[in-house]
């Protein structure tokens, strides 16, 4: 069985790389992204300046979250 592990990473005011979230899910689907930034969301994410993605096509969510 396929799994798709959604992960977001950030830069902290020093520079440096954290981890802000991570989801596994059945399908790299674009529900799956937009329920996994509505969850960052919730928990506080925001200023979000930037986002960079991996060719995939359904990451079209973070304009409807962000």
């Not at 830069?11 to 981890?19: L, M, R, S, T």
Request: charged letters at 25%.
């Amino acid at each position: 069985m396929n799994i798709a592990v959604l992960i977001a990473i950030g830069v902290n005011a020093k520079g440096h790389w954290e981890i802000i979230g991570a989801a596994e899910g059945l399908k790299e689907n674009r529900e799956s992204w937009r329920s996994f930034l509505v969850g960052l969301k919730e928990l506080g994410l925001k200023g979000v300046r930037l986002m960079v993605e991996d060719i995939c096509l359904e990451i079209e969510s973070i304009s409807e979250v962000f």
